[in-house]
């Protein structure tokens, strides 16, 4: 059996489609329809396979990563499990006991015989069959990202794709022309929404790929100094030419979109998550420099107070301070009425996907319409799966959480450092973000963020293999 992570010829095509895939999933409408999301399930499910198959024939292995990350991946089976139980069918007696609310559901359709606890059989279904693709996701990074040199590969085209959403999103914005993936928009015209039908959900996706190219350039902070007026003045003029140059104009352009999309909680997330990030690194990494207080420094500077301010923040502050009971009442029913709805179905919820069949009962008239989603992902999921769901979803995102704070602590290759920080810095953007929008529900992001968690065990577990030596233009910011 093969004990190097070199990896075979099919391995190195199936890491290249899972790329495409990540840069892929947020182009058509973030695969939000039911064709897209078929694509990332189908393309997902046949790289675990072919995965497979090349075990199978002894020539790939299972990574450190992978067997580090165990306590999520059991955590995660137990999920794909308790899911699929709410679909199978059970004896009415074990319905009663686990949820009387949903054996009632199914009292009042007539439904005789075997039940099961969700009461829309079919969304749930489907639910799990985007859960699983989610899950696999998640393993294939672990497997499929084993090298230094992948791992920054990967970084790199998230990088990639968040820029190209900034730039289509803030070019629409600004031009007047504003499409969505080759279709004219209805909705949040005037706000940046990339390929996106929300605002809020690129948002959330730039909040990600933000994290990641901020991994990126304290990956590529150095702690010693020059000296000299002559080598000082060498470093900042190589330093315009420098990849670190490339990346920092790359993480503007995402903040002036994410700016444009005029979301509250997108601004107030990303900001607050790489201060409370920043700080966590400060005090966790043993191997933190003057360079990156520095880099802190500089991102709050410039991009709140002179991208921003180009580029409207005082519209996103303004929106942010006329937030109130009133104005977002609509949204602040939808979160009371989904607890109401989770208060029915306590344990094992209604059904994965099935908010939009089992909210209508407890809508207020004046909310108008059939919500699909509920504007806060703690309550969605709240409903849909109960306390047992939600406390296996929130134990995966703890246990990553805390990998990501001991592979800052522990790591003194910068590339892990930097992929430890970003994985902190996403982890804690969404957890904000999720308590007013839904972007758990996005495919797209839902997969992007799987990825932010197997950062987390990627870069505790990851060998490190060979170090590059760093150019004197890298030694400086």
């Known amino acids: 059996m093969r004990h190097d992570n070199s990896g075979s010829a099919l391995e190195k095509y199936l890491f290249w489609v899972y790329l495409a895939l990540l840069v892929w999933a947020p182009l058509p409408f973030a695969s939000v329809m039911q064709w897209s999301a078929s694509i990332i399930e189908f393309l997902v499910f046949g790289l675990s396979l072919l995965w497979l198959w090349e075990y199978m024939g002894n020539r790939v292995v299972f990574t450190a990563a992978f067997f580090r990350a165990k306590p999520v991946l059991i955590l995660l089976a137990f999920w794909l499990v308790f899911v699929m139980l709410q679909f199978s069918p059970l004896p009415v007696s074990l319905v009663n006991m686990l949820s009387p609310e949903s054996a009632r559901v199914n009292a009042l359709a007539d439904n005789r015989g075997w039940i099961t606890l969700s009461v829309d059989t079919y969304a749930t279904t489907a639910?799990?069959?985007?859960?699983?693709?989610?899950?696999?996701?998640?393993?294939?990074?672990?497997?499929?990202?084993?090298?230094?040199?992948?791992?920054?590969?990967?970084?790199?085209?998230?990088?990639?794709?968040?820029?190209?959403?900034?730039?289509?999103?803030?070019?629409?914005?600004?031009?007047?022309?504003?499409?969505?993936?080759?279709?004219?928009?209805?909705?949040?015209?005037?706000?940046?929404?990339?390929?996106?039908?929300?605002?809020?959900?690129?948002?959330?996706?730039?909040?990600?790929?933000?994290?990641?190219?901020?991994?990126?350039?304290?990956?590529?902070?150095?702690?010693?100094?020059?000296?000299?007026?002559?080598?000082?003045?060498?470093?900042?003029?190589?330093?315009?030419?420098?990849?670190?140059?490339?990346?920092?104009?790359?993480?503007?352009?995402?903040?002036?979109?994410?700016?444009?999309?005029?979301?509250?909680?997108?601004?107030?997330?990303?900001?607050?998550?790489?201060?409370?990030?920043?700080?966590?690194?400060?005090?966790?990494?043993?191997?933190?420099?003057?360079?990156?207080?520095?880099?802190?420094?500089?991102l709050v500077v410039i991009d709140i107070f002179i991208a921003g301010s180009w580029f409207g923040v005082n519209q996103v502050v303004e929106r942010i301070e006329n937030s109130s009971v009133v104005n977002d009442a609509e949204r602040i029913d939808l979160d009371s009425k989904g607890l109401q709805q989770w208060r029915d179905y306590p344990l094992t919820g209604s059904g994965l996907g099935s908010y939009d069949i089992a909210f209508p009962r407890y809508k207020v008239a004046e909310l108008g319409g059939r919500p699909e989603h509920a504007h806060n992902d703690y309550v969605e999921f709240g409903t849909e799966t109960g306390m047992i769901g939600i406390s296996l979803l929130s134990l995966s995102v703890i246990f990553s959480f805390v990998a990501a704070l001991f592979a800052q602590y522990r790591r003194r290759d910068p590339v892990m450092r930097g992929m430890a920080f970003a994985s902190t810095m996403g982890i804690i953007a969404l957890t904000i973000h999720s308590t007013v929008d839904f972007n758990l529900q996005i495919p797209s992001n839902a997969l992007t963020f799987m990825v932010i968690l197997a950062l987390a065990w990627i870069s505790l577990a990851l060998d490190s293999g060979h170090h590059r030596k760093r150019s004197s233009s890298e030694k400086v910011i």
């Not at 990639?160 to 004219?184: C, K, N, P």
């Not at 140059?245 to 990303?270: E, Y």
């Open 127 to 298: 639910s799990w069959m985007k859960s699983a693709s989610y899950v696999l996701f998640f393993v294939l990074s672990l497997l499929l990202v084993n090298t230094r040199g992948r791992l920054e590969m990967l970084a790199y085209v998230l990088l990639f794709s968040g820029l190209f959403q900034a730039v289509y999103g803030a070019l629409m914005t600004m031009s007047g022309y504003e499409y969505i993936f080759l279709t004219e928009k209805v909705d949040y015209i005037g706000n940046a929404t990339g390929t996106f039908i929300n605002r809020n959900h690129l948002a959330g996706y730039l909040e990600m790929c933000l994290s990641v190219g901020m991994g990126l350039l304290i990956s590529r902070l150095g702690g010693k100094t020059a000296s000299g007026w002559r080598q000082k003045t060498r470093n900042v003029l190589r330093l315009f030419f420098s990849q670190k140059m490339k990346i920092r104009l790359s993480l503007l352009l995402m903040v002036i979109a994410l700016v444009l999309t005029r979301s509250r909680m997108g601004n107030t997330a990303f900001f607050s998550s790489m201060l409370a990030a920043g700080v966590i690194g400060l005090v966790f990494s043993r191997h933190a420099t003057r360079s990156m207080v520095i880099l802190l420094a500089s």
